[in-house]
Structure formats: structure tokens, C-alpha cells
């Protein structure tokens, strides 16, 4: 059974850094049948893809976000993490790691809710 966590603060202050890490069990993030991601939802709108890691460490993210993104990993506690800089109000949002299986997100943590507020 895959299961994902998501874990962090769920209050970040106005230009500081937002990170959060997902814990994976049930399956590899080395695995090259997964891409390791981070969604976003903030309140009242849709799902906003953030960034993937891949199998082998290849790292992509939206081009919307990508001056202040960052996606690493840790094989050795198979987790992988999430740093988003300079935080404003609207980074709030609900957001969630899944486990990409070709185009298909088949594998989703339970979101966690971060605020950015002072």
C-alpha cells in the first residue's frame, strides 16, 4: 500500500522561505515507474502543478514559479521535499506531494494547509 505525508508549518510570514517534505512508504522514489510532485491548491481556485523530481534527480518546475522553487530529495529516508522563497499572502494555499505514474497523478498525501500571514 503507497501512502505519502506531507510535513511542515502550516504558518509562514511574509518573505520567508515555505518547506515541506513528503514521506513516502509502499513504494521508491528511485523508482523509475514514479516522478515525485508538488500541487497546489489556493482557496477558492483550482489545482496548480508546482514541480516534479524524477528517478533519477532531474528536476522540473512551472515556469511560473520557478525563480523561487525548489524540489530535492533524501533516497536514503525515500522522502523528497519542497522549498518555496520569498512567501507572499497568496502562496496560501492547501498543498500536496503525489507520485506521478506516466501522465496520471496516482499517488496523492492528504495536503497539508499552509498560511502565509504575519
Known amino acids: 500500500q503507497v501512502q505519502l505525508q506531507e510535513s511542515g508549518p502550516g504558518l509562514v510570514k511574509p518573505s520567508q522561505t515555505l518547506s515541506l517534505t513528503c514521506a513516502v512508504s509502499g513504494a521508491s522514489i528511485t523508482s523509475s515507474n514514479y516522478a515525485c510532485s508538488w500541487i497546489r491548491q489556493p482557496p477558492g481556485k483550482g489545482l496548480e502543478y508546482m514541480g516534479v523530481?524524477?528517478?533519477?534527480?532531474?528536476?522540473y518546475y512551472n515556469p511560473s514559479l520557478k525563480s523561487r522553487t525548489s524540489i530535492s530529495r533524501d533516497t536514503s529516508k525515500n522522502q523528497f521535499s519542497l522549498q518555496l522563497n520569498s512567501v507572499t499572502p497568496e502562496d496560501t494555499a492547501v498543498y500536496y506531494c503525489a507520485l506521478r505514474s506516466w501522465s496520471t497523478f496516482r499517488y496523492w498525501g492528504q495536503g497539508t494547509q499552509v498560511t502565509v500571514s504575519s
Open positions: 523530481i524524477a528517478y533519477d534527480g532531474s528536476t
